[in-house]
């Protein structure tokens, strides 16, 4: 069974940072781009970040530029997204997918539950 676990959301105050992880299992996504996306209530899903098979080429979104990096542990079947210098327009539940190295997430096979990331003093 192919799965997406993400973890790492939570409660955060602006200025802040929080690393979340996606741990992915059931097949060998060694080889598959990731990405990241999230949804904010009453907004269509949207792209985030997305990271090559070998980690060595990255896309971010421009909201996202020079606040969020993603990353891929040694196994290669899980990603990271380091976000600092949140913002309370960063607070959305963030989806993990494997599959595409695309920014539409109709070009994804596989995603995770989401987790919530709340900006907020």
């Known amino acids: 069974q192919v799965q997406l676990v993400e973890s790492g959301g939570g409660l955060v105050q602006p200025g802040g940072s929080l690393r979340l992880s996606c741990v992915a299992s059931g097949r060998t996504f060694s080889n598959y781009p990731m990405g990241w996306f999230r949804q904010s209530p009453g907004k269509e899903r949207e792209f985030v970040a997305v990271i090559s098979w070998s980690g060595g080429t990255t896309y971010y979104a421009d909201s996202v530029k020079g606040r969020f990096t993603i990353s891929r542990g040694n196994g290669r079947n899980t990603v990271y997204l380091d976000m600092n210098s949140l913002k309370p327009e960063d607070t959305a539940v963030y989806y993990c997918?494997?599959?595409?190295?695309?920014?539409?997430?109709?070009?994804?096979?596989?995603w995770g539950q989401g987790t919530q990331v709340t900006v907020s003093s």
């Open positions: 997918a494997a599959g595409s190295s695309s920014s539409y997430q109709s070009a994804y096979n596989y």
